[in-house]
């Protein structure tokens, strides 16, 4: 079955740590997307890629970090400089059209030791 | 500055009967609009969308209303069903934007009692 594969579900992150989330996607879609939503809020993006070896800062980009060496893979580092980093992130990804809609992946709960 | 709004953050109805949920647009560029569903701990799901040059679009159980000069879209959902309890996002772009362009509202959790 085609689709959006996040791993860990939930991550804990050490103050000063670096942590990395993981996504990957079988759709061969070309644009990837990373997303924050905190409780009661809307989804925030974070960065996205349109191509491989290429991505755009978002909306929140600050502390947070991503590469996209491959189409089907696009993991977000969250830095130690991202202060508030507890939220749960969702991937998503789409063919590289205007207003396509987005298939999202289950989700990485991140939470502060 | 919130573009996309959705005022109601949650709706209680009974199961059978018709689930109105509510979102509010700023922007005057936006002509896509799109609606997503939500279970806990789960990412969306697309669930409808409509362009500008519709008022209306029906999905099964599903009915999307735009109303342009009110900035304003509705989404049904008649009958309405346990299994419809999550939460609902609405989303917004401008036709010349890519996906990264969407705008999402905070969304509103619908709970469908049996």
């Known amino acids: 079955d085609g689709g959006i594969t996040q791993s860990p579900k939930y991550l804990f992150r050490k103050e000063g740590q670096n942590v990395t989330l993981s996504c990957e996607q079988n759709l061969n879609h070309d644009a990837m997307y990373w997303y924050r939503q905190d409780p009661g809020q809307g989804l925030r993006l974070i960065y996205y890629?349109?191509?491989?070896?290429?991505?755009q800062k978002g909306d929140i980009a600050e502390g947070y970090s991503v590469s996209r060496e491959k189409k089907e893979s696009f993991p977000l580092t969250v830095t130690s400089a991202q202060k508030n980093p507890t939220a749960f992130y969702l991937c998503?990804?789409?063919?590289?059209?205007?207003?396509?809609?987005?298939?999202f992946g289950s989700g990485t709960q991140l939470s502060v030791l | 500055d919130q573009q996309v709004k959705q005022n109601s953050p949650s709706l209680s109805v009974q199961e059978g009967r018709i689930s109105i949920l509510n979102c509010d647009y700023t922007n005057s560029m936006f002509d896509y609009f799109l609606w997503y569903k939500k279970y806990p701990a789960e990412g969306p799901t697309f669930l409808i969308s409509?362009?500008?040059?519709?008022d209306k679009n029906e999905d099964g159980r599903f009915t999307v209303f735009l109303n342009k000069s009110a900035k304003h879209l509705s989404l049904h959902i008649v009958p309405s069903q346990p299994g419809d309890s999550a939460v609902y996002f609405c989303a917004a772009s401008a036709q010349q934007g890519g996906s990264e362009k969407l705008v999402f509202g905070k969304g509103t959790k619908l709970t469908v009692n049996p």
């Open positions: 409509i362009s500008s040059i519709k």
């Open positions: 998503a990804s789409s063919t590289f059209s205007t207003n396509e809609k987005l298939f």
């Open positions: 890629s349109q191509i491989v070896n290429d991505f």
